[in-house]
């Protein structure tokens, strides 16, 4: 089974940027499309981005288009959240996945809080 360790959240105000790094432990790591997502206090977990295998496709809700780009280092088990143009609306727990399509499959790492203050 595959672990996930996010980290890289913070306290920053409108307009900053912040990178995530969700490392994976095993040695299958670059088998899996990953994903990241994001649960707001009294929300449901929503869909962020998703990066294939190869890292070559990737996919992005509507709300963070633009400003949010997701990569990977398979050498590294390691898939990367760069954050820019942050809002307020962006403060969340985020979490990575390993993912099909958007739908997260598989455990959750213990996520890394990001708070963007206005």
């Known amino acids: 089974q595959v672990q996930l360790v996010e980290s890289g959240g913070g306290l920053v105000q409108a307009g900053a940027s912040l990178r995530l790094s969700c490392v994976a432990s095993?040695?299958?790591?670059?088998?899996?499309?990953m994903g990241w997502f994001r649960q707001a206090p009294g929300k449901e977990r929503e869909f962020v981005s998703s990066?294939?295998?190869?890292?070559?496709?990737?996919n992005y809700a509507e709300a963070v288009k633009g400003r949010f780009t997701i990569s990977r280092d398979n050498a590294k088990n390691t898939v990367y959240l760069q954050m820019n143009s942050l809002k307020p609306e962006d403060t969340a727990v985020y979490c990575c996945?390993?993912?099909?399509?958007?739908?997260?499959?598989?455990?959750w790492g213990q996520g890394t809080q990001v708070t963007v203050s206005s």
């Open positions: 990066i294939d295998r190869s890292g070559r496709n990737t």
């Open positions: 996945s390993l993912v099909v399509g958007q739908r997260n499959v598989g455990s």
């Open positions: 095993g040695r299958t790591f670059s088998t899996y499309a």
